[in-house]
């Protein structure tokens, strides 16, 4: 059973469990225990599973750890410790696994002086860095503690001798379990820990993790199921809003108003004003240029105060050389500020930050929570963030995100389901280590939380695929990875190379590469190879919210010159973080009440007394707020959740735009807008234009696209067929297919000793796409691509919600048409990221590009 | 019933395929292209050589021809031959000689080893040809002396690609153009696994087309036995509102 934790145990019966030596060294050091820790360390001794989810700065490491430790410590001192590993801890990056060795120093260092003598008690990190020779050092003597990443976990399962090293291993922690839940790395990690689970049986799971809903959720997927059931976990949530010291600052008084360079230079000072007052800030940017360009402003704004040795940019793109000396600039706190997009939400170790600023809405609940949690990580201290807003819907959702997390309305995780390609990956490892039943096999795979309800269709279809039964008899030796003996219903490995080939090629993150974009000599920004794909001379395109001409590529640096106008290639990839769907719900909530008090007239300063109190704001902010939805109501209507409006407009030379005010957040209106378009698209027999935003999301044709009915046509139940189809038509399913058949290792990243560029990774893997399209439109990476677009690059499910809301009657379609833009359409509009759905046949496609072209030659 | 395209006198398309007469020429079916993408870790099966014989089959049954010229790179593995190729080669070979009276490969850079070739009766094998004052060459380098008015060359798998707002499709094309006070013709490739090179934004490969004016070029494109004449280079360039990379 999963149930929450309420027993919280005192300082006398904690001590009383753990060994004498270590109850020493805990009180040289710390004066109590944390609350987290009186709810779980007496409970990992009892052998219980336990989910521990509390604020940083709550000693929550140790409290995995200490139970442990005192474990080793007993058997040491009782000369009962084998060469074995007793403790697996996984976190999802290496950084973290570095720093928590180096934190387990000090306590095996300490207690070994306070006993005396030699304990011996190793640990050791293992992951895609560590050598040769290391390796053998920990086969000869293994680390009791052993420090690992989810993708080493699975090499290490079928390492001949090494596994055998993992017999006695009696806990595994996973820390920072909710960035890896919600991702295909924890759909992996969760199948390694049931293959653990295989091979020497039960084990105490611990799982670490920030503030996310529902808990409940996270621990399932952390013990996984037996027999059907979840495995008992008990849950220790400690409250995190006491700790929180949280405001909201809006740069200038009237933010509907000010032009944007007031807006900016306001921001700028602020930021001065508060990085001067702490001693070291942390600002969170949304995307990666975002963090260059504040970087950047900060230096030439403050020449005096900031310069390359005390501000400094952290994020993903980065050289590791350049993130590690960010890093231990920090530690050494030598950094005034730091500035980030997502690369420092985890917990590795960056010394002590004072102050968190979120510099525009960082889109959910809980990364605002887990950004703000960077801040204050001394004991019983308060983490302060402050969120400066941007723009004027900046303001709504921010103020929305500072009311939920006062509130503790945490937004869903969502956690991927039935992953084809990672099962293929894993069915591979597993037929390396052993032959199996096709029974048995199922049941183990099904003991994890992601793929508990998986069908024995698909896994046999699968198992087919990895068989090599896609190819003609006489050469499905060279594809077929394992054999299948349908008749016996067993499966295992075949071939050699089977597992220097899997280990090669292991893992879930997608290989990426970007080139860098020059203008002038100056490097002013990166984009994926897949968009330079497309890009053709005299092509303009945006990027860091800059329009650039596209001139030629030399290698991998992009030659642009600035350009104005509206681009002509629009983004298809983008970088900015999804709207929660939840979050956003809670803004149209916030729509209705306010619709509502336009309607009946109320007052202007009973208007915004409201918002103040609903959005807990200052007057300023309040007052812009209102501002900005009174020209809404009076120029249009309020879209809110009991009200989708739809918006018709014709744009420059009578173009046609359909503008749906969803808010719904970006996942959902991916989904809504192909679907729809797809309607229209297959009706009108043409191309329609999408764009998307958190906001909402329009369609563009030239020529017709009708009215609502297109809306009104889809379905909850029709939903994911329409959008089979609609996604199949788009550019969408290309990029995901290509990830989905490198993990299920149909593409082989490193193959016979070559790695392959991630560009001549894409052209092959078109053909690769048309193939298997040809071959069985059910093929299991097919499906699980286009399952990977529908659930987790889109959200069918809330789709569907919505869809249902508009069946019900409890959401209206309300049509109406305006001559330009209504306010709320403006910045759905201008910030939008495109695609297109792509229906004239390609013949129809090349007879009009023809008949175009010489029509315009003989003019 | 699908009809022909002519381009010069004696000079007819049909679909992928040039026609003289009741000889047709087809170049650069790179058999054996799947294995050659296994070793590069792309574990794909052969899926292209039962559209290759469908197309001949089609091609021929349109046109009525009875001898065939394969004008280079019949293979796609430099200097050795794979599995694949072996058995395809053979497969096709066997094929040919079944339906085409006169057999003529011409080599290409893909293909200097090539199996079976002594086993055919009806079959030879050339560097180049003249046929009815055509020179035929795979085009991967310019013959001493051309004595003929037109040359066909493959070797490039020319395609255009044409865009219309986000939207672009590669197709593949014949392009025809003058080459030294000749007639140059480039065919395009008679695989399905890609399109092509795009003539219009990628660089150009063959020596033929470097010594010539591209943009003077005349593009057909075709597609599933239709034939579209979007006039030249030169145009396609001006009204797509977009420039050569090479300065032209």
Request: glycine share 6%; hydrophobic share 40%; net charge positive.
């Amino acid at each position: 059973m999963i149930k929450k934790q309420e027993k919280k145990y005192n300082s006398k019966e904690i001590y009383a469990i753990l060994h004498p030596w270590v109850r020493r060294w805990f009180k040289s050091r710390f004066k109590d225990f944390t609350e987290a820790q009186r709810y779980a360390i007496k409970e990992i001794h009892n052998g219980k599973n336990v989910l521990i989810s509390s604020p940083t700065g709550s000693g929550k490491t140790l409290t995995a750890f200490l139970s442990i430790i005192s474990e080793l410590t007993r058997l040491a001192e009782k000369g009962e410790l084998e060469d074995k590993v007793y403790c697996i801890y996984v976190s999802p990056l290496k950084a973290l696994d570095n720093d928590i060795e180096k934190n387990l120093d000090e306590p095996l260092k300490e207690i070994q002086k306070i006993a005396g003598k030699k304990l011996g008690i190793r640990k050791a990190v293992r992951t895609g860095d560590t050598t040769q020779s290391e390796r053998s050092r920990m086969l000869r003597k293994p680390p009791h503690i052993l420090i690992t990443t989810p993708e080493t976990l699975a090499i290490i399962l079928v390492a001949p001798k090494f596994r055998k090293k993992l017999s006695h291993v009696k806990y595994v922690i996973v820390d920072e379990i909710h960035a890896l839940a919600d991702n295909k790395r924890g759909v992996h990690l969760s199948l390694s820990l049931e293959r653990l689970q295989h091979i020497i049986g039960d084990f105490i799971r611990i799982g670490l993790s920030a503030t996310v809903h529902p808990l409940e959720r996270i621990a399932k997927f952390l013990v996984g199921y037996h027999e059907g059931k979840p495995r008992d976990c008990l849950i220790i949530d400690v409250d995190y809003r006491k700790k929180l010291d949280l405001e909201l600052i809006c740069p200038v008084d009237d933010i509907v108003a000010a032009d944007p360079e007031e807006v900016n230079n306001a921001i700028y000072d602020i930021l001065d004003e508060l990085i001067s007052e702490h001693k070291t800030t942390l600002i969170f940017t949304n995307t990666r240029s975002g963090t260059e360009s504040v970087v950047y402003n900060l230096k030439s704004r403050f020449p005096d105060k900031y310069n390359d040795d005390n501000i400094m940019a952290h994020h993903s793109s980065l050289s590791r050389e350049l993130r590690l000396e960010a890093e231990d600039k920090l530690k050494n706190g030598k950094l005034k500020a730091v500035v980030s997009s997502t690369s420092l939400e985890l917990g590795i170790d960056i010394g002590y930050i004072d102050l968190v600023i979120l510099l525009s809405s960082p889109k959910s609940v809980s990364r605002a929570l887990q950004r703000i949690g960077r801040s204050g990580h001394r004991l019983h201290e308060k983490s302060k963030g402050r969120i400066i807003v941007t723009d004027r819907d900046d303001l709504v959702e921010c103020a929305m995100i500072l009311k939920d997390c006062l509130e503790g309305k945490i937004d869903e995780i969502n956690i991927p389901e039935n992953c084809l390609d990672v099962l293929a990956q894993h069915l591979y490892g597993m037929a390396i280590e052993h032959r199996w039943s096709l029974d048995y096999a199922l049941e183990v795979v099904k003991r994890s939380y992601c793929y508990r309800n998986l069908s024995r269709e698909d896994y046999m279809k699968v198992l087919k695929y990895l068989a090599g039964e896609y190819a003609d008899l006489e050469e499905r030796y060279v594809y077929a990875k394992i054999w299948l003996d349908h008749e016996n219903g067993e499966f295992g490995r075949r071939g050699k190379l089977a597992r220097m080939l899997y280990s090669t090629n292991i893992g879930t993150i997608p290989d990426r590469s970007s080139a860098v974009v020059k203008c002038k000599g100056k490097v002013v920004g990166r984009i994926d190879e897949e968009f330079l794909e497309k890009l053709r001379k005299g092509d303009t395109f945006v990027l860091g919210g800059k329009i650039y001409r596209f001139n030629y590529t030399r290698g991998m640096t992009v030659n642009v010159t600035p350009a104005s106008g509206p681009p002509t290639i629009p983004s298809w990839f983008s970088e900015q973080l999804p709207l929660s769907f939840d979050l956003a719900v809670d803004i149209q909530r916030f729509r209705d009440a306010l619709d509502a008090k336009f309607h009946y007239g109320r007052s202007k300063s009973e208007i915004i007394e409201f918002i103040v109190d609903y959005l807990h704001l200052d007057y300023n902010a309040a007052h812009a707020i209102y501002q900005y939805f009174r020209e809404q109501y009076l120029y249009a209507k309020i879209p809110s959740k009991r009200r989708l409006l739809v918006e018709f407009y014709k744009g420059f030379g009578g173009r046609k735009f359909i503008v749906f005010h969803g808010l719904f957040g970006r996942r959902v209106n991916d989904a809504l807008s192909r679907a729809i378009a797809y309607i229209i698209a297959k009706k009108y027999k043409r191309d329609v234009m999408i764009s998307v935003t958190d906001n909402g999301f329009y369609l563009s044709s030239d020529g017709k696209m009708g009215g609502l009915e297109s809306l009104q046509r889809l379905d909850p139940e029709n939903l994911r067929r329409i959008l089979t189809w609609a996604i199949d038509k788009t550019e969408t399913l290309t990029g995901r297919f290509r990830h989905c058949a490198a993990r299920s290792l149909m593409i082989l990243r490193r193959y016979k000793g070559k790695e392959k560029s991630v560009g001549r990774q894409q052209v092959k893997s078109r053909i690769l796409l048309n193939f298997v399209k040809e071959l069985d439109e059910n093929f299991p990476i097919l499906k699980e691509a286009r399952r990977e677009v529908l659930e987790d690059y889109m959200d069918i499910k809330n789709a569907k919600k919505v869809l249902k809301w508009i069946k019900d009657g409890a959401m209206r379609i309300e049509k109406i048409d305006t001559r330009i833009p209504s306010p709320f359409a403006f910045n759905l509009v201008a910030q939008g990221y495109l695609d297109v759905l792509k229906y004239e046949e390609r013949i129809e496609f090349i007879k009009r590009m023809h008949k175009a072209i010489i029509e315009q030659i003989k003019t | 019933m699908i009809g022909l395209f002519k381009i010069t006198k004696n000079l007819e398309i049909c679909d992928l395929a040039l026609l003289i007469e009741d000889t047709m020429i087809i170049a650069d079916l790179h058999l054996g292209y799947e294995q050659y993408l296994n070793r590069e870790g792309f574990m794909l099966p052969s899926f292209q050589f039962r559209k290759i014989i469908d197309r001949i089959d089609k091609i021929k049954e349109s046109s009525g021809a009875e001898n065939i010229i394969i004008n280079g790179d019949l293979k796609h593995e430099f200097g050795k031959v794979s599995y694949q190729e072996n058995r395809e080669l053979k497969k096709l070979l066997d094929y040919l000689e079944e339906n085409f009276k006169k057999i003529t490969l011409i080599k290409g850079n893909h293909d200097p080893i090539i199996p079976y070739l002594s086993q055919l009766k009806n079959f030879k094998i050339v560097d180049s040809m003249e046929f009815q004052n055509h020179l035929i060459t795979h085009g991967h380098h310019i013959p001493e002396k051309i004595k003929t008015q037109t040359i066909i060359i493959g070797h490039e798998h020319p395609c255009i690609g044409l865009r219309s707002g986000e939207r672009i499709e590669k197709i593949k094309c014949y392009i025809k153009g003058p080459f030294q006070g000749k007639k140059l013709v480039v065919m395009p490739s008679f695989n399905f696994v890609t399109e092509g090179s795009d003539i219009l934004h990628e660089a150009i490969i063959s020596p033929f087309l470097k010594e010539s004016k591209l943009s003077k070029f005349r593009v057909y494109a075709v597609e599933d036995f239709k034939v579209f004449d979007f006039g030249t280079v030169e145009d396609i360039t001006r009204i797509m509102g977009e420039q050569l990379v090479r300065g032209l």
